[in-house]
């Protein structure tokens, strides 16, 4: 029997969650000041592609690397929003100068290839190395014939998966990264409650589960397996470097199966493919958490925002208003040439913050940076500075009292439609028992 789904995935992110589209992405995070915030655009649709990335086996390969860039992009950039812009090293910063290219680019890069690394040490090169270890303790003569060659990759691949699952429960013993797991549920339920033919509310998504047989962590454990079976057909050299250079050559081979593999049992529902990913469904137990409502009206939010651009390419993309170091807003306006007092009393009229408390201004909203730039060009007076930051305070406000509103009357309105449910069942019950008698 086929499934209903939806070409709609997500990601995780810090206080937020991604989701990605036919035709755009949307990114929803919560503020510190509790406000939803969301940073939007358009994406190119996968028939509008290169035949190559959209032919099978190959597609997998450019959506395993393409998804991988594109979600330290996306975690780092949800990052900027809660946590404001951690200072780049001063080889990040080398780098972007020498180069020409932009920071942000640099320190993302950096990220994607210690995390490369990193993986690569703990998923192929730390299995490799305890499996030798397990050879030459019990004296395993591993040419002795094709039987005993698939065997020790067998073994490799099963010690493979054990610190793949260790390492998934461990993480998930974090604070931090848990907050992660239970906005991963959030957008489990919202994506299956709009499967479901549901309308996208709290209540409704709350009601579904936190797995689901499209994520990424089913799509990790289906690549567990489908490498130990490719990697069986390699044989097994007894040096552990030719066998570790083989293993990352086949990389895309495995995660180009593997793709085409998940997105075939995500097609059906029947006691053989729920057989198949049920193990990948139970290691979704610790990758998801059970997410309070304010997760899920996050999830709602950006799901909610691809929904709508797919269906209509003339809606606006949209910007995360994020945090700047207060030292880089200051280089920016010292560049004007503006004095040293000068750019204490913009930093300030633009925070709203006493000039006796500039020390402990720590990050400026990039809005207000461009309206001290302006102001330190002449291009606005003082007076209009001090008015347009009113402006965006007021707005800020306005939208923190209205989402405090809209809660408050959802929740008074899911009060009320209990208490009408509760009075028609003890109508309908007195009713029955008049008839009784």
Same mark, same amino acid.
């Given at each position: 029997m086929r499934k209903k789904s939806v070409g709609i995935g997500g990601q995780a992110v810090i206080e937020g969650v991604m989701m990605r589209g036919k035709r755009s992405m949307a990114t929803a995070v919560r503020d510190e000041n509790g406000n939803i915030v969301v940073e939007s655009r358009?994406?190119?649709?996968?028939?509008?592609?290169?035949?190559?990335?959209?032919?099978?086996?190959?597609?997998?390969?450019? !959506?395993?690397?393409?998804t991988m860039v594109?979600?330290?992009?996306?975690?780092?950039? !949800?990052?900027?929003?809660?946590?404001?812009?951690?200072?780049?090293?001063?080889?990040?910063?080398?780098?972007?100068?020498?180069?020409?290219?932009?920071?942000?680019?640099? =320190?993302?890069?950096?990220?994607?290839?210690?995390?490369?690394?990193?993986?690569?040490?703990?998923?192929?090169?730390?299995? /490799?190395?305890?499996?030798?270890?397990?050879?030459?303790?019990?004296?395993?003569?591993?040419?002795?014939?094709?039987?005993? /060659?698939?065997?020790?990759?067998?073994?490799?691949?099963?010690?493979?998966?054990?610190?793949?699952?260790?390492?998934?429960a461990l993480t998930s013993l974090i604070k931090d990264i848990r907050r992660v797991y239970m906005y991963h549920g959030a957008e489990h339920k919202t994506i299956s409650c709009y499967e479901h033919d549901l309308e996208l509310t709290v209540e409704n998504a709350q009601k579904m589960t936190t797995v689901h047989d499209r994520c990424g962590t089913t799509f990790m454990f289906i690549t567990m397996v489908v490498s130990v079976l490719i990697f069986s057909l390699t044989g097994w050299s007894s040096q552990l470097w030719v066998r570790?250079?083989?293993?990352?050559?086949?990389?895309?081979?495995? !995660?180009?199966?593997?793709?085409? =593999?998940?997105?075939?049992?995500?097609?059906?529902?029947?006691?053989?493919?729920?057989?198949?990913?049920?193990?990948?469904?139970?290691?979704?137990?610790?990758?998801?958490?059970q997410p309070d409502d304010?997760? %899920?009206?996050?999830?709602?939010?950006?799901?909610?925002?691809?929904?709508?651009?797919d269906e209509d390419p003339t809606i606006p993309e949209q910007t995360f208003d994020t945090k700047l170091l207060k030292r880089k807003a200051v280089e920016e306006l010292k560049k004007t040439g503006v004095s040293d007092d000068r750019v204490k009393e913009l930093v300030c009229k633009a925070?709203?913050?006493?000039?006796?408390?500039?020390?402990?201004?720590?990050?400026?909203?990039?809005?207000?940076?461009?309206l001290m730039l302006?102001?330190?060009?002449?291009?606005? !007076?003082?007076?209009?500075?001090?008015?347009?930051?009113?402006?965006?305070?007021?707005?800020?406000?306005?939208?923190?009292?209205?989402?405090?509103?809209?809660? %408050?009357?959802?929740?008074?309105s899911e009060a009320d439609s209990k208490e009408d449910?509760?009075?028609?069942?003890?109508?309908?019950?007195?009713d029955g028992g008049d008839g009784d008698r």
């Amino acid at each position: 029997m086929r499934k209903k789904s939806v070409g709609i995935g997500g990601q995780a992110v810090i206080e937020g969650v991604m989701m990605r589209g036919k035709r755009s992405m949307a990114t929803a995070v919560r503020d510190e000041n509790g406000n939803i915030v969301v940073e939007s655009r358009y994406i190119k649709p996968a028939e509008e592609k290169n035949f190559l990335f959209r032919a099978p086996f190959l597609r997998g390969i450019f !959506s395993f690397f393409g998804t991988m860039v594109s979600g330290v992009g996306t975690l780092m950039r !949800s990052g900027e929003v809660f946590d404001g812009e951690q200072e780049p090293s001063k080889v990040e910063k080398w780098f972007a100068r020498t180069f020409k290219v932009d920071v942000f680019s640099v =320190v993302m890069a950096i990220s994607v290839l210690v995390g490369v690394a990193l993986s690569l040490g703990l998923f192929f090169f730390l299995p /490799q190395l305890i499996t030798t270890g397990i050879t030459q303790l019990f004296k395993i003569d591993t040419q002795a014939n094709v039987g005993v /060659q698939i065997g020790m990759n067998f073994l490799e691949g099963f010690v493979r998966m054990l610190i793949f699952v260790g390492y998934i429960a461990l993480t998930s013993l974090i604070k931090d990264i848990r907050r992660v797991y239970m906005y991963h549920g959030a957008e489990h339920k919202t994506i299956s409650c709009y499967e479901h033919d549901l309308e996208l509310t709290v209540e409704n998504a709350q009601k579904m589960t936190t797995v689901h047989d499209r994520c990424g962590t089913t799509f990790m454990f289906i690549t567990m397996v489908v490498s130990v079976l490719i990697f069986s057909l390699t044989g097994w050299s007894s040096q552990l470097w030719v066998r570790f250079l083989i293993r990352i050559a086949l990389i895309p081979v495995v !995660s180009g199966v593997s793709y085409e =593999v998940l997105k075939f049992l995500a097609k059906f529902d029947n006691p053989l493919v729920r057989a198949l990913k049920a193990p990948g469904l139970l290691l979704q137990k610790f990758t998801t958490r059970q997410p309070d409502d304010s997760m %899920v009206e996050v999830a709602i939010v950006a799901f909610k925002t691809v929904l709508a651009m797919d269906e209509d390419p003339t809606i606006p993309e949209q910007t995360f208003d994020t945090k700047l170091l207060k030292r880089k807003a200051v280089e920016e306006l010292k560049k004007t040439g503006v004095s040293d007092d000068r750019v204490k009393e913009l930093v300030c009229k633009a925070t709203g913050v006493p000039v006796e408390e500039y020390d402990n201004i720590s990050h400026v909203r990039h809005s207000r940076i461009q309206l001290m730039l302006k102001a330190a060009k002449g291009e606005i !007076s003082d007076e209009e500075l001090e008015r347009e930051v009113g402006k965006l305070n007021a707005e800020a406000e306005q939208k923190k009292t209205a989402n405090a509103q809209e809660t %408050v009357s959802e929740q008074a309105s899911e009060a009320d439609s209990k208490e009408d449910q509760t009075q028609k069942e003890a109508d309908r019950n007195a009713d029955g028992g008049d008839g009784d008698r």
